[in-house]
């Protein structure tokens, strides 16, 4: 338990604790580019079959 420090969820060390700040990081920028792509081909659909 000595590897264990004062972190925002308890018994998580102080290591996995950024590594999992950095993992939500990547996966709110994943989200964000996936919905940029969705928005994209939906564009793109539009411009190949007008309705």
């Known amino acids: ?3 264990i420090e004062e972190c925002p ?3 998580v060390k102080q290591g996995e604790s950024a ?3 950095e993992a939500n990081k990547r996966i709110r920028l994943l989200e964000q580019e996936n919905e940029v792509l ?3 081909a939906v564009y793109l659909e539009r411009g ?3 309705k």
């Open 1 to 3: 338990m000595d590897d």
């Open 19 to 21: 590594e999992l700040r």
């Open 38 to 40: 969705r928005r994209a």
């Open 48 to 50: 190949v079959n007008p």
């Open 9 to 11: 969820r308890p018994g």
